[in-house]
């Protein structure tokens, strides 16, 4: 190299490194002129080997190719992106615009419809929420003011039993002197005191007198007028309702419970039916052996009918129910003793699963009835036009025996039965204070208003049946099993 390269280079390298740069000349061991430099490692404090250089060498070059094959990854992922972008655009270009924008618009509507669907359900388990908190808030005032009631009940019972002990202190002895004139079977009284008029009085009342041989007394305790009247008339007052069991379940809201007038060997005047009539295959009927029974809610027998009954209907009578079959005209015996089917008829023309019934609903077309006659079925008819239509029916084959077609519109009243051969409606089944509104009497064909107050206690009443022994109306108002005492003029 001539030395003005030399030179040149030098100077280069020292403007590029500065003093770190070095210029030596001198010369060899052949007596020629040499020029050397050296420039230091920025990095390096001392020069590595020859084997460090060669592994610092093979490093690199498996780095670089590393970073090629990365970079060659790198262009088959750009390619495979600028082919997919390229078919999306191609058939974007033979779709058109407008199917692309219904495509979108049909997955926006599906969208719509699920988001209302959602809403519609959400509205729904809402309305279910509130109704059942309407629910237990009502079934919890029912609980307090039963409980009110047991305890009022109970202070006139311990009342009651004060005045009877009372009543036993202050009897009277026998005296001498009476003993021999009082009449066998009577019981004696003491004279009386001028002072206590009204101990007088309570004491006449004790006396014991025999009755007429004119006057024969009925199961009930009513004195009847003469042999063989069934001590009938007209109805002229319904006493406050008398609650003697709720039902435990919603499925107890309406029902229809019943006794017995004609009660047949194994059953007594005691024995009680039941069926909760909430539901769309009512099967069951349970049987109480006694009163006190009943009220505690321990059926000594569970009927399964065989086939389900409709509505509140049903009635007890001769040993035998008496019920609509579901969805039918049709009115079957069951007979509670052998737990078999005795008869079925089905009501020419009747109305029936929501055709003709009571004002407050639940299928109420065909209701059956018992009074001092026997056995009735209470309905309407296309031919009367929804008036009520009586038939008195046979007890032991279903036929019909006598019809009446009345003028009292069936869905404009709430309940009916029948007292006496007279049918008798009631005017509402929620107002607290309804009215006994009709009376249609079988014997002379004549209807005529009424206005005896009927209080609907707990608001709901799906169930009013009268009973001829006992001389009281049975009920089912809003899960509660009531009695009413009842009152008739003579005839």
Known sequence: MPAVQVLLLACLVWDVGARTAQLRKANDRSGRCQYTFSVASPNESSCPEQSQAMSVIQNLQKDSSTQRLDLEATKARLSSLESLLHHQLTLDRAAGPQETQEGLQRELGTLRRERDQLETQTRELETAYSNLLRDKSVLEEEKKRLRQENENLARRLESSSQEVARLRRGQCPQTRDTARDVPPGSREVSTWNLDTLAFQELKSELTEVPASPILKESPTGHLRSREGDNGCGELVWVGEPLTLRTA?????????????????????????????????????????????????????????????????????????????????????????????????????????????????????????????????????????????????????????????????????????????????????????DATVNFAYDTGTGISKTLTIPFKNRYKYSSMIDYNPLEKKLFAWDNLNMVTYDIKLSKM
């Open 248 to 432: 435990e379940t919603i499925t107890g809201k309406y029902g229809v419970w019943m006794r017995d007038p004609k009660p047949t060997y194994p059953y007594t005047r005691e024995t009680t039916w039941r069926i909760d009539t909430v539901g769309t295959d009512v099967r069951q009927v349970f049987e109480y052996d006694l009163i006190s029974q009943f009220m505690q809610g321990y059926p000594s027998k569970v009927h399964i009918l065989p086939r389900p009954l409709e509505s509140t209907g049903a009635v007890v009578y001769s040993g035998s129910l008496y019920f609509q079959g579901a969805e039918s005209r049709t009115v079957i015996r069951y007979e509670l003793n052998t737990e078999t089917v005795r008869a079925e008829k089905e009501i020419p023309g009747a109305g029936y699963h929501g055709q003709f019934p009571y004002s407050w609903g639940g299928y109420t077309d065909i209701d059956l009835a018992v009074d001092e006659s026997g056995l009735w079925v209470i309905y309407s008819t296309d031919e009367a036009k929804g008036a009520i239509v009586l038939s008195k029916l046979n007890p032991e084959n279903l036929e019909l025996e006598q019809t009446w077609e009345t003028n009292i519109r069936k869905q404009s009243v709430a309940n009916a039965f029948i007292i006496c051969g007279t049918l008798y409606t009631v005017s509402s089944y929620s107002s607290a």
